[in-house]
């Protein structure tokens, strides 16, 4: 008999994964399946990032376990990191080395949340947002933006939710699932909001440099914000890491050492040899990562069209991040004779059977009428796939 944990029984599957399971199962029986559900750099790891790592295992320096919080020289070099290149002046003992940016939002959520605080989350959101805030059996309190507003929301709606509950607020600039950006502006509106509270402030900026407004702002560099921010950034996007899994945080004292607390009891360390190889990536010239960023900006251009010229989707032109994320709800409601679709979830489980295709359900990102595509993929797959995606959906009516 299983005896599961109310814990586990309503944590909810990420959907992203769950998708890119089912693609999976189509090609191990043979189907020519296009994925575009999951978020991971189509490029390899620079060479130069490879090569850290294979000096770090010929040196046989690295094979005890690394302290809980990272290597020193690591949190040094994110630390200067954090003031280069975002005006935030975090010092080594700020800084947390966690195994990907995933378990440094489990391990704040873990730190900052009792039962039944309040943590406010800007929607559309990455969908493990809501899951961790669960975890530490929290509640998640969604503020919507619009497609209208290019997703964003505005810092009246982020007052307007305020409670006397509210322990956090969390977004990530560039944006997973919306590809967008909040302008410094925008963020210093929301700044003027939480200033004189008593909320953290959790920024998730792992897709910062793949950005193509002109400019990424940090909120914690904002004045009298560093003091009550989190910044959460990692390797995967930027860097083309993603299977290294290097995570980290930059926060005040109190929540750093907290979270080190609680890795130290669940995982203990990062990887050493992934962390020697994150050192060698953030000492090194940016140049391989503008390279990948000038690739995905020739991608953007090239879906943009491609989904501008499929009847009844609507989408913006995004400003950061690999993601479209168009409203397909024109299409709720139709059919092609043997199934209808009744939702963005129906959509993305017809084009996966019928047009061979994985994209994930706007749903699981909290905008039940969009669907996410991420092209981290090749042009001749972004091409093949919107080809297949048009033509099934024209059978739908």
């Known amino acids: 008999m299983e005896h599961l944990s109310d814990r586990i029984k309503n944590m909810a599957e990420s959907a992203t994964l769950a998708m890119a399971a089912k693609a999976r199962e189509f090609k191990e029986n043979g189907i020519d399946v296009i994925s575009l559900s999951l978020g991971e750099p189509d490029f390899k790891t620079p060479k130069h990032i490879q090569e850290g790592a294979k000096e770090a295992i010929d040196s046989e320096k690295y094979f005890a376990y690394p302290p809980v919080n990272g290597y020193a020289d690591l949190r040094k070099a994110i630390a200067e990191k954090f003031k280069n290149e975002n005006g935030l002046n975090y010092t080594p003992d700020q800084i947390v080395v966690s195994n990907g940016a995933k378990q440094s939002i489990v391990n704040v959520m873990m730190a900052l949340v009792n039962p039944g605080d309040e943590v406010i989350v800007l929607s559309p959101?990455?969908?493990?947002?809501?899951?961790?805030?669960?975890?530490?059996?929290?509640?998640?309190?969604?503020?919507?933006?619009?497609?209208?507003?290019?997703?964003?929301?505005?810092?009246?709606?982020?007052?307007?939710?305020?409670?006397?509950?509210?322990?956090?607020?969390?977004?990530?600039?560039?944006?997973?699932?919306?590809?967008?950006?909040?302008?410094?502006?925008?963020?210093?509106?929301?700044?003027?909001?939480?200033?004189?509270?008593?909320?953290?402030?959790?920024?998730?900026?792992?897709?910062?440099?793949?950005?193509?407004?002109?400019?990424?702002?940090?909120?914690?560099?904002?004045?009298?914000?560093?003091?009550?921010?989190?910044?959460?950034?990692?390797?995967?996007?930027?860097?083309?890491?993603t299977g290294w899994r290097v995570g980290y945080i930059g926060a005040p004292t109190w929540i750093a050492k907290a979270c080190a607390k609680i890795q130290g009891q669940v995982t203990s360390a990062n990887c050493s040899i992934a962390q020697r190889a994150t050192v060698t990536a953030l000492t090194s010239d940016l140049g391989p990562t503008k390279a990948m960023t000038e690739q995905y900006g020739k991608r953007r251009e090239l879906v943009y069209g491609l989904l501008n010229d499929i009847p009844g989707v609507k989408t913006n032109m995004p400003q950061g991040a690999f993601y479209f994320f168009p409203d397909v709800s024109s299409y709720f409601g139709k059919s092609d004779g043997s199934m209808t679709i009744n939702n963005a979830s129906d959509l993305c489980l017809y084009l996966l059977e019928n047009a061979h295709v994985s994209l994930v359900t706007g749903e699981a990102f909290g905008d039940p009428d969009c669907i996410r595509l991420s092209y981290a993929a090749s042009e001749e797959n972004l091409k093949e796939a919107l080809k297949r995606v048009k033509e099934t959906l024209a059978k739908l009516s």
């Open 125 to 241: 959101y990455w969908v493990s947002y809501t899951a961790a805030i669960e975890l530490a059996e929290g509640t998640p309190v969604l503020v919507k933006g619009g497609i209208e507003n290019d997703f964003k929301a505005t810092a009246e709606q982020v007052n307007a939710a305020l409670t006397d509950k509210t322990k956090a607020i969390i977004f990530s600039s560039p944006c997973n699932p919306t590809g967008s950006v909040f302008t410094k502006e925008e963020l210093s509106a929301i700044a003027d909001v939480l200033r004189d509270t008593d909320v953290i402030v959790i920024s998730d900026e792992i897709y910062e440099h793949i950005n193509f407004s002109g400019a990424h702002a940090s909120i914690g560099a904002l004045p009298g914000m560093q003091d009550k921010t989190v910044t959460i950034n990692g390797m995967a996007k930027g860097f083309a890491m």
